[in-house]
């Protein structure tokens, strides 16, 4: 089955960048989503299509996606932005696949 | 506004019995296919079933495959999933999930979340 890992923590200062991996198998050739869900809240989707964002969501959020790995960004971090992200992919056989989860501590 | 208020969680015994309900407003139901993904305490996310927006086609993980059936009524802007022969290992909170198309695929992407259900099994 299609797996995606992410490094379980990372953590930021407030105003820094904050950088979140995700790695799969020729994960370029997919569109990656990201997802915020803060403790108790159900998941909120921040990036789609790799690089688009909801109108909704802050411009300091940010996506790409090449080779092996996809990345969430996000610019000047603040304290709301404490949360887990969660990539998330599309398989042929287990249709959504997401990742292992980013724990982001500000 | 999307809304997706999920209920019929509860607690069951393995091998029992329970369906879901997910009542959508705030969209048109109609032109949209539907997922459930699950969360056990403290894990990640694990996508469990999808619908089309005509119902006509379905799909399910591995895990719950022959024993979950999600179905849909559009008169009720209800989302359905019924889950039997359950598992310790079913025990998780349920999301109902608004898909981005009418068709589930590799272009999609979840952009709309319910508050969840907590689904219980144990001894």
Redesign the interface.
């Known amino acids: 089955s299609y797996e995606l890992t992410q490094p379980p923590s990372v953590s930021v200062s407030p105003g820094q960048t904050a950088t979140i991996t995700c790695s799969g198998d020729k994960l370029g050739n ?2 990656v ?1 990201w ?1 915020q869900q803060k403790p108790g ?5 921040v990036i ?2 790799d690089t688009r964002r ?1 109108s909704v969501i802050p411009e300091r959020f940010s996506g790409s996606n090449s080779g092996n790995t996809a990345t969430l960004t996000i610019s000047g971090t603040q304290a709301i932005d404490e949360a887990e992200y ?1 990539c ?1 992919a ?1 398989d ?1 056989l ?8 980013t724990k982001v501590t500000v | 506004e999307v809304q997706l208020l999920g209920s019929g969680g509860g607690s069951v015994q393995p091998g029992g019995s329970l369906r879901l309900s997910c009542a959508a407003s705030g969209f048109t139901f109609s032109e949209y296919a539907m997922n459930w993904v699950r969360q056990a305490t403290g894990k990640g996310l694990e996508w469990v079933s999808a619908i089309s927006a005509t119902g006509g086609d379905t799909n399910y993980a591995e895990s719950v495959k022959g024993r979950f059936t999600i179905f849909r009524d559009d008169s009720k802007n209800t989302l359905y999933l019924q889950m039997a022969s359950l598992r310790v290992d079913d025990t998780a909170v349920y999301f109902c999930v608004k898909d981005s198309r009418v068709e589930v695929g590799a272009t999609n992407w979840l952009d709309s979340w319910g508050q969840g259900t907590l689904v219980a099994v144990s001894s």
Do not use: L, N
């Open positions: 997919k569109y989503s997802y809240q159900p998941p909120v989707v789609y299509e909801p969660f998330q599309w042929a287990t249709f959504y696949v997401f990742g292992t989860g």
